[in-house]
């Protein structure tokens, strides 16, 4: 069994002292958030990830999933009955409204516990995932007869949820998704075909709530015309409970280069008399609704990055240690264990020094969350903080998902031969790792919703707020920390970087083919520059706050120090290839692809 230990250390310390939530908790009257309550929630997660869910990960990624010819999902031994403990033991109401049986803290206390449940098991998490988006997007825009009627069972996690989107022709275009819906008395019908649903059928909760955009006779063509459906697998009887079967069904599964254990269905619904459904919102307008689930979904799919890279670095780590090859530089002649090796030291860096920044990332874009989300602050600062959200979300997913690309290659050439052979399991993170950068809009599509709606839509206005921050940091950290000045002037630099590079965004922002061609550079350029800021100010604080008491302050220097020189300057090769525009790339016809 290869394990999974939570670093619950790192992950309080970079939620208190990185991400800013005790500030927040106060500011936002989450008085209940304690410090002693989050380290009691972290330590009981840890333990149910490391207990229950790490170790059924292997043995699903091996046996995957199987569709019966009832159109039953059978999931892998064990993944049933770990969904059963997660419910009752309350997890999947943490973060949700006490009048549906929610438990009201914040949401960014979720994260840490749902980094736990991805880096421990990411298929099973991928179900949690999809259920607490589907309830964000109930929460916000469905009738209170709706809400009634489904969240108290999907908050307490008996009900699971799914989103729909995905059509053959209409993947990352939305406007040409063909699934019919028609009034029926006081409900809808659906009638259509979606692809790659996640969780879309399966065996470990009484019900299953999909969330299903489609077209409704006479609506505007386009995304203007969309509308969306809750639709119950069990349509909920006169009590409340799991009644008659609906007309949908999973009619195959997708055979898949990772999340093996995670069913990716074809949905059918309406093959008889249409299935019944419930508009969520306003009819036409479904994507605005499904857009909670959605900004909602990028945050925690790049959560998911920093989940599989922190699993790949723990166990990369550890085998290196345990591997012994040849003898390292200033060693006895004999044997050392390949740590000693300076290269492996390298790649280990590399991987530790980006999970670590990428936590930081994603924890930051949902404490910003949580402020945007609280309607007792003043009204300049919720927006203020709604922009910050607005800005991060495109960084957490697309940065930290690209990340973890990296860090699980990574992981496989710690382990040298070894790491292509199935059986030592570093593999499946990396195979587990490639949907990341792909579903939940595509990393190109975060590019261009970063560069489009968060950079141009309003002037820079997000960004400057952004930097501006930074600048502030650096006075502090200079008189603080143990920075080199020539580490300092790196950042500087990059922070200049990234001022220049969005000036030129504005400057051509009218020019689609320009824009389109620098949008990747500019989300990566914004994200290791970011990252960067953000592990400054937790080198600054774990030195004030530690002073010896143990090695975790200098082991924060020492990663701070290795980002700096190895990650960081790749701002500069990000902010070349934008300067460069659309030139090389859009260069045709010379370009003989
Ligand atoms: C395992 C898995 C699980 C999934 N789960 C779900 C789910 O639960 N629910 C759901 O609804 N969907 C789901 N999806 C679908 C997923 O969200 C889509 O695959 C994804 O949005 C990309 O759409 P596409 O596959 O049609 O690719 P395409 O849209 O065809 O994109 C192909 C390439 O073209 C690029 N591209 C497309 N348009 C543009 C543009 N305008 N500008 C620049 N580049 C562009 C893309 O970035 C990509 O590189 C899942 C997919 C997989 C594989």
């Given at each position: 069994m290869i394990e999974y230990r939570a670093p619950t250390r790192d992950m309080a310390f970079t939620l208190q002292q990185v991400a800013g939530f005790s500030e927040m908790a106060k500011a936002c009257g989450?008085?209940?958030?304690s410090d002693d309550v989050v380290a009691a929630i972290l330590q009981e997660a840890a333990k149910f990830s490391s207990s229950v869910i790490a170790p059924i990960n292997a043995a699903g990624d091996q046996s995957g999933v199987h569709l019966e010819p009832d159109h039953s999902v059978i999931t892998p031994d064990g993944f049933a009955e770990a969904y059963q403990q997660y419910a009752d033991s309350g997890w999947a109401s943490l973060q949700f409204d006490p009048k549906f049986g929610?438990?009201?803290?914040?949401?960014s206390l979720a994260i840490p516990v749902q980094e736990m449940w991805h880096a421990a098991n990411m298929a099973w998490g991928l179900c949690p995932l999809l259920s607490q988006g589907a309830v964000e997007a109930l929460s916000e825009n469905a009738s209170d007869a709706l809400k009634q009627k489904l969240l108290p069972k999907m908050i307490s996690g008996r009900w699971t949820g799914t989103m729909n989107l995905t059509e053959p022709q209409s993947?990352?275009?939305?406007?040409?998704?063909?699934?019919k819906a028609w009034q029926d008395g006081d409900v809808y019908r659906i009638k259509g075909q979606k692809i790659f649903?996640?969780?879309?059928?399966?065996?470990?909760?009484?019900n299953i709530i999909h969330l299903v955009l489609a077209r409704l006779p006479d609506a505007p063509p386009g995304v203007k015309g969309i509308s969306l459906f809750a639709v119950p697998k069990y349509l909920p009887d006169v009590s409340g409970e799991p009644g008659e079967r609906n007309d949908c069904r999973a009619v195959s599964l997708e055979h898949k280069l990772?999340?093996?254990?995670?069913p990716t269905c074809v949905m059918s619904y309406g093959d008889n008399e249409g299935a019944i459904g419930y508009l969520v919102g306003?009819?036409?307008?479904g994507l605005a609704c499904m857009f909670t689930m959605m900004n909602n979904a990028r945050l925690t799919v790049g959560l998911q990055g920093v989940s599989i890279s922190e699993r790949a670095y723990q166990q990369a780590r550890d085998y290196a240690f345990e591997r012994t090859q040849g003898t390292a530089p200033g060693e006895h002649p004999g044997v050392s264990p390949?740590?000693?090796?300076p290269d492996v030291r390298r790649m280990l860096m590399t991987m530790k020094a980006l999970t670590e920044a990428a936590r930081g990332l994603a924890y930051t874009g949902c404490v910003a969350v949580d402020y945007a989300n609280?309607?007792?602050?003043?009204d300049g600062a919720r927006e203020r903080y709604q922009r910050r959200a607005d800005l991060l979300t495109p960084l957490v997913k697309g940065w930290c998902t690209e990340i973890a690309q990296e860090v699980t290659s990574l992981g496989i050439q710690v382990y040298?031969?070894?790491?292509?052979?199935?059986?030592?399991?570093?593999a499946q993170h990396y195979r587990d790792a490639r949907i990341l950068p792909i579903y939940e809009g595509t990393n190109g599509i975060q590019a261009l919703d970063l560069v489009g709606r968060k950079i141009i839509r309003n002037q820079g206005k997000a960004m400057a707020e952004l930097i501006d921050d930074m600048r502030q940091l650096t006075v502090p950290v200079q008189r603080t920390?143990?920075?080199t000045a020539e580490r300092q002037a790196r950042f500087d630099q990059a922070v200049a970087f990234l001022e220049d590079a969005t000036g030129i965004v504005l400057d051509r922002g009218n020019d689609d083919q320009f824009t389109g061609s620098v949008a990747h550079n500019y989300l990566m350029l914004s994200a290791t520059v970011t990252a960067a800021w953000l592990m400054l100010k937790s080198t600054t604080a774990a030195a004030k706050q530690s002073i010896d008491e143990d090695s975790y302050a200098a082991s924060k220097l020492a990663t701070t120090n290795f980002f700096f020189d190895?990650?960081?300057?790749?701002s500069s090769a990000y902010v070349t290839a934008l300067r460069s525009g659309d030139d090389a790339i859009m260069a045709l016809p010379e370009i003989d692809f």
């Open positions: 989450y008085e209940e958030a929610g438990q009201g803290l914040p949401f993947g990352s275009d939305l406007s040409d998704i063909r699934t649903i996640t969780w879309g059928e399966h065996n470990m909760a009484e990772g999340i093996h254990a995670s306003e009819e036409n307008q390949i740590i000693r090796h609280t309607l007792h602050l003043p040298g031969g070894m790491g292509f052979i199935e059986e030592t399991g570093i920390s143990s920075l190895h990650i960081l300057p790749r």
